[in-house]
C-alpha cells in the first residue's frame, strides 16, 4: 500500500532558526508528494509540490521541500522559522490515478519566540 | 476569488439520524473530493466526484454517499450515525481532480454525534 510517515509528532524550533519537518514515503511507481499545512479550526493549505524534476521545491510562505528518492524521503525545510509558522502540517501522496491524497499523521510545529 | 466553501460550519447530530454536508467548489473546479479527519489523524479520503461521475471510493461504509450536481456543487450524505462519526469533514476542489494536481480545501463541517 502506498502511504507516507511523519515520525515526529512535534517539531520544537526558536524563531529565526530553520526547521525540518520529516516525511518518507513508499509508493510504486512515480511518487506525487504534496505538503500542507492546517490551522487551527481551519481546513488544509496547500504549500507545495513534487511531480519530477528538481529535487528542491520552494513553495509559499518561504517554505521549501527536498526529495531524496535514494532515501525516499521528503522534508520540508524553511531558513528562517517565524511564530507564525506554528501549526500542524501535513505531508500526503497522491495515488491511484486520481485525486487521492494519502496523508501522514501530521507533525506539530511550535515555533517559540 | 471564493474559496471553497462548506456548510454548516459545525452540526450535532444524535446516534441513527442522517446528515447531509454540502460543498461548493472554486469557480472552475470540476472535481471535489470528501475527507473525513478524525481528532488528532490526518484526513482520510472518502470520495472523489469528478464531471458529476464517481472517480474514486475510500474504505467507508454504504452508508456513506455522495454525490455532485451540474454546477459542480457536492453533498456528502451519511444515514445511521456512529459515535465514530464525529469528526472535521473536509471538502477540497481542484480543476481536473488529477494525480499531480493539487487539493484546495475548503474550512470543513465539525460533525459531533451523540
Known amino acids: 500500500a502506498q502511504s507516507v510517515a511523519q515520525p515526529e509528532d512535534q517539531v520544537n524550533v526558536a524563531e529565526g532558526n530553520p526547521l525540518t519537518v520529516k516525511c518518507t514515503y513508499s509508493?510504486?511507481?512515480?511518487?506525487?508528494l504534496f505538503w500542507y499545512v492546517q490551522y487551527p479550526n481551519r481546513g488544509l493549505q496547500f504549500l507545495l509540490k513534487?511531480?519530477?524534476?528538481?529535487?528542491l521545491v520552494k513553495g509559499s510562505y518561504g517554505f521549501e521541500a527536498e526529495f531524496n528518492k535514494s532515501q525516499t524521503s521528503f522534508h520540508l525545510k524553511k531558513p528562517s522559522a517565524l511564530v507564525s509558522d506554528s501549526a500542524l502540517y501535513f505531508c500526503?501522496?497522491?495515488?491511484?490515478?486520481?485525486?487521492?491524497?494519502?496523508f501522514g499523521t501530521g507533525t506539530r510545529l511550535l515555533v517559540s519566540p | 476569488d471564493a474559496g471553497v466553501t462548506q456548510s454548516p460550519t459545525h452540526l450535532i447530530k444524535t446516534r441513527g439520524q442522517h446528515v447531509t454536508l454540502r460543498c461548493s467548489p472554486i469557480?472552475?473546479?470540476?472535481?471535489v473530493s470528501w475527507y473525513q479527519q478524525v481528532l488528532g489523524q490526518g484526513p482520510q479520503f472518502i470520495f472523489q466526484?469528478?464531471?458529476?461521475?464517481?472517480?474514486g471510493r475510500g474504505n467507508f461504509p454504504d452508508r456513506f454517499s455522495a454525490r455532485q450536481f451540474p454546477n459542480y456543487s457536492s453533498e456528502l450524505n451519511v444515514n445511521a450515525l456512529l459515535l465514530g462519526d464525529s469528526a472535521l469533514y473536509l471538502c477540497?476542489?481542484?480543476?481536473?481532480?488529477?494525480?499531480?494536481?493539487?487539493?484546495?480545501f475548503g474550512q470543513g463541517t465539525r460533525l459531533t454525534v451523540v
Open positions: 500526503a501522496v497522491s495515488v491511484a490515478g486520481f485525486q487521492k491524497l494519502v
Open positions: 509508493v510504486s511507481g512515480n511518487p506525487y
Open positions: 466526484y469528478y464531471e458529476k461521475e464517481e472517480r
Open positions: 477540497a476542489s481542484s480543476p481536473q481532480g488529477t494525480q499531480n494536481t493539487e487539493a484546495f
Open positions: 513534487y511531480i519530477t524534476g528538481d529535487n
Open positions: 469557480s472552475g473546479h470540476k472535481s
